[in-house]
Nanobody, 126 residues
């Protein structure tokens, strides 16, 4: 059974930092691109970042570039999202996602994903 379990969400003041974790099980970690989406109330779902753990390639949306950093620990089958300089507009549910590498395209890194976690809430106060 595929599982993506997020943790690390919470409430933080603007300018603060949080680190999200996504523990993956049920498939071969190196065969998948792992990433993060977010969805704020009343807004469309947005791709935030993703990583090709075996090649090291990373992708970011323009809204988080320079503030968020994605990384992976292949030994722990875990992907992290370090979020710095958080803004109120970063408030959302953050979902860990995964897609088989053979169907991933770097021309549209947030086009579609096969697996989704349950989400973790991030709230940034002004």
């Amino acid at each position: 059974e595929v599982q993506l379990v997020e943790s690390g969400g919470g409430l933080v003041q603007a300018g603060g930092s949080l680190r999200l974790s996504c523990a993956v099980s049920g498939f071969t970690f190196d065969d998948y691109v792992i990433g993060w989406f977010r969805q704020a109330p009343g807004k469309a779902r947005e791709g935030v970042s993703c990583i090709n753990s075996s090649g090291g390639s990373t992708y970011y949306s323009d809204s988080v570039k320079g503030r968020f950093t994605i990384s992976s620990d292949n030994a722990k089958n875990t992907v992290y999202l370090q979020m710095n300089n958080l803004k109120p507009e970063d408030t959302a549910n953050y979902y860990c996602v995964a897609i088989w590498k053979q169907t991933f395209t770097d021309r549209s890194p947030f086009r579609r994903y096969d697996y989704w976690g349950q989400g973790t809430q991030v709230a940034v106060s002004s």
